[in-house]
């Protein structure tokens, strides 16, 4: 005769830990995974941060955040990185990979969001971009957790904000625009880069942005090509890939791309192609 438990209701005694997450979150993000220093990747995926090592393929998760993380940022040292979420008054956290311990947590000036964020040269400062009307910049000394200056960014959405190693400039881009900025007190004061020279157009989206340890700015744009700027103009432009540009990096061998068209290539600074690797053609798993 079946007979109903006295502890039917009561809380289980355990609980669910997480194991693995399969997958990342790429279909709105840019620069959502990226190498360590100490050669572990590090992505996102929902409202958890991953650290994945691929010797003992195992993870380590970061779960500082309240919502959604739609973008990251590694630091100079390799290790430490920034996270930023959606939601009103988003959190921008940073923390350290190896431990998974926050360092600095800022909020309260993004209202809906912040798409993207990146680290200076020397590390000590941090941009932000925001995901209200007017795309809100702003600019951190994240250690001590304070705004240091802000500014209104682009009418039209900003995908992409990265820092000038040579002179801690920045640089943002987005629909219809490539934008650079400096700082003036507590102020960014912005200005448009300059289409007008080195051929390419601004009627369309621009998704991507690197820039070098010397200062050489390159954009990846929705038609497949790749412009390289000097003195804020368009210096240089090639057209890459069939369709858009997605991820841009400068390495040791030069600057990669990465395109919707599956295909990774790797190019000189003067934007002369060296060498394409099809994604499509190659094995995973």
């Known amino acids: 005769v079946w007979r109903y438990q006295d502890d039917a209701d009561d809380q289980p005694n355990g609980g669910l830990q997480m194991e693995f997450i399969y997958g990342f979150r790429a279909h709105d993000t840019r620069n959502g995974a990226q190498y360590t220093g100490l050669g572990e990747i590090v992505m996102i995926a929902g409202a958890t941060a991953v650290v994945y090592s691929p010797i003992q393929h195992s993870q380590r998760f970061f779960n500082g955040h309240t919502d959604d993380v739609i973008c990251q940022a590694l630091h100079p040292d390799m290790v430490t990185v920034a996270t930023g979420q959606v939601g009103k008054k988003a959190l921008l956290c940073v923390w350290d990979t190896r431990t998974m311990q926050t360092l600095s947590q800022m909020r309260g000036f993004h209202d809906h969001g912040i798409c993207a964020v990146g680290f200076n040269g020397k590390g000590n400062l941090l941009v932000s971009v925001g995901m209200d009307g007017d795309h809100s910049i702003a600019l951190w000394n994240w250690q001590k957790g304070a705004k240091v200056a802000s500014a209104t960014g682009h009418s039209r959405r900003i995908f992409s904000v990265a820092f000038n190693p040579s002179d801690d400039s920045i640089i943002t881009c987005g629909i219809q625009h490539v934008k650079f900025w400096t700082v003036t007190g507590r102020l960014l004061r912005g200005k448009t880069g300059d289409f007008s020279t080195g051929g390419g157009t601004k009627e369309q989206a621009f998704l991507s942005l690197t820039v070098s340890k010397k200062g050489r700015i390159f954009t990846g744009s929705e038609q497949?090509?790749?412009?390289?700027?000097?003195?804020?103009?368009?210096?240089?432009?090639?057209?890459?890939?069939?369709?858009?540009?997605?991820?841009?990096?400068?390495c040791r061998d030069g600057l990669c791309s990465g395109g919707k068209d599956?295909?990774?290539?790797?190019?000189?600074?003067?934007?002369n192609h060296l060498v394409d690797f099809d994604m499509r053609s190659q094995s995973v798993g």
């Open 224 to 250: 497949g090509e790749i412009y390289r700027w000097k003195n804020m103009a368009v210096d240089s432009m090639v057209l890459a890939h069939e369709g858009p540009v997605f991820a841009l990096w400068v």
């Open 262 to 271: 599956g295909k990774v290539s790797i190019w000189s600074l003067s934007l």
